[in-house]
């Protein structure tokens, strides 16, 4: 019997069994109309490299379609319907594949009833922000996905509110969710440059340097845990460290004196302390090559087992204090907060994602050559973003004019439409085959 794993697909395989159900195909692209709820089922598994997605959001847009989501009467039907989507995505994910989720909020007006009554306590009520997004984002971990950041998109030009007893609401999260606990990252490809403007600092960050230097000085402690400083390193990292640390054969021999008094052997004390001898003889071993100090809680259970007394406290207490990661060369993580200015919205749709936000997230996440998924499409600034970065692309939306616009756009080399008209045409990168 042939127990052997199937062969994993080439990524050419992977791209072709996509495109056989698809509406619209082309070398980069495979597009198809329809709900997403039956056209992803139509996609094999593990075929997907990572997905960027911004969905309807709840009760806010009317997209003109019987099938679209977005519009359910009830908030947990939005949910759970997002869940089972979602459930689809991950299944078409490879196995270190990903998933941006992009996802705004809303109000709640009027009254809301709970069993025919006004409620008392909850979201139901007139001038409640809904939470969509967290809800969506804490269903999604129950029911699977890793939930690895959420990231901020922080909107500049954000329109202004009208009202007077709240702040206007400037950021959307952005969820990465992973299908597993290790996946594809690129964490190189989106770092930014460090901040600053200390010619020796900047020097040391394009060095690289990892050594930490806040060995037991608290000046130069208080300097690297500085808010200037902290734009220039890459993360704090907790060590633990004896400043006044005694000579080990000094230690050992005062251990053995100590076991002498109490009259106990090494195996004894290996026992009590529940460690192998072989390695609790080393703390007893009074010659250079072989002598080792105790870590800090064996010291502890050696006070006890062998009634030391206090002449070696100071020399093995313990200082806490941070050492510092280096700057890495390559720049510094750009963290979880990007300020993306909100574009004008393509001639057929209107809640586009900004060109910068799609291009960003792939960065990081779409492998060389990989392919990314929108399972609802719209505009397609995914896809533009995916093929610009060298990608292929697979979109999903149940309107038909979001596919031809797609496909003019990439025609045109993904320059969005001016008064209508498409960008001049741009064949060989997207053209359709
Ligand atoms: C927020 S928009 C996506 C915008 C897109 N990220 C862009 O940059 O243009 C959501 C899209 O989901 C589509 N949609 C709604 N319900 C759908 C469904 N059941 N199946 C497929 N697409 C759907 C809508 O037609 C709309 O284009």
Redesign the pocket.
């Known amino acids: 019997m042939n127990n052997r794993p199937p062969p994993v697909p080439t990524a050419k395989e992977r791209w072709e069994a996509i495109g056989v159900a698809a509406t619209v195909s082309a070398p980069a692209y495979h597009l198809f109309l329809?709900?997403?709820?039956s056209?992803l089922a139509a996609l094999p598994p593990s075929s997907i490299d990572t997905c960027l997605?911004?969905?309807?959001?709840w009760s806010v847009?009317d997209?003109g379609?019987p099938?679209?989501?977005?519009l359910e009467d009830e908030l947990n039907e939005y949910v759970s319907g997002m869940v089972r989507v979602f459930q689809e995505v991950r299944r078409v994910l490879t196995d270190r594949g990903t998933a941006w989720l992009?996802i705004g909020d809303c109000y709640y007006h009027g009254a809301g009833t709970v069993d025919g009554k006004p409620p008392a306590t909850g979201w139901k009520r007139n001038k409640q922000l809904c939470l969509v997004p967290f809800r969506l984002a804490i269903a999604l971990q129950e029911d699977g996905w890793w939930v690895r950041n959420a990231v901020v998109w922080h909107k500049p030009n954000a329109m202004p509110a009208s009202v007077r007893d709240r702040l206007t609401n400037a950021w959307e999260p952005v969820f990465l969710l992973a299908k597993a606990e290790r996946y594809h990252f690129d964490l190189d490809a989106v770092r930014v440059p460090h901040q600053t403007d200390d010619g020796n600092e900047r020097r040391r960050a394009e060095r690289g340097r990892a050594d930490g230097k806040a060995k037991g000085n608290d000046d130069l402690r208080r300097w690297l845990n500085s808010p200037r400083h902290r734009a220039t390193i890459d993360g704090l990292r907790e060590v633990r460290r004896r400043p006044n640390v005694p000579d080990c054969v000094e230690l050992a021999a005062y251990l053995r004196k100590a076991a002498g008094r109490k009259g106990v052997d090494i195996y004894w004390v290996a026992e009590q302390l529940g460690l192998p001898y072989e390695r609790t003889r080393h703390y007893f071993r009074t010659d250079r090559m072989g002598s080792r100090l105790p870590p800090e809680d064996v010291w502890e259970r050696l006070k006890e087992l062998l009634d030391l007394d206090t002449e070696y406290d100071d020399a093995m207490s313990v200082e806490v204090g941070d050492n510092v990661f280096r700057n890495h060369p390559n720049g510094r993580n750009p963290g979880d907060v990007q300020s993306v200015t909100l574009s004008g919205s393509?001639q057929e749709?209107f809640?586009?994602?900004p060109m910068g936000l799609?291009d960003w997230a792939l960065k990081a996440t779409l492998p060389a050559g990989g392919i990314c998924l929108?399972?609802?499409?719209?505009?397609?600034?995914?896809g533009i973003a995916a093929l610009r970065a060298g990608g292929r692309f697979v979109g999903?939306?149940?309107?038909e004019d979001?596919l031809t616009h797609f496909v003019r756009w990439a025609r045109s080399g993904g320059r969005r439409e001016r008064n209508g008209k498409p960008g001049p045409p741009q064949p060989a990168l997207f053209d359709a085959g």
């Open positions: 329809g709900d997403v709820r056209v997605t911004s969905p309807p959001y847009r997209y379609h099938d679209q989501m977005g992009n393509s749709h809640a586009t994602m799609a929108d399972p609802f499409m719209g505009s397609g600034t995914t999903v939306d149940v309107r979001f």
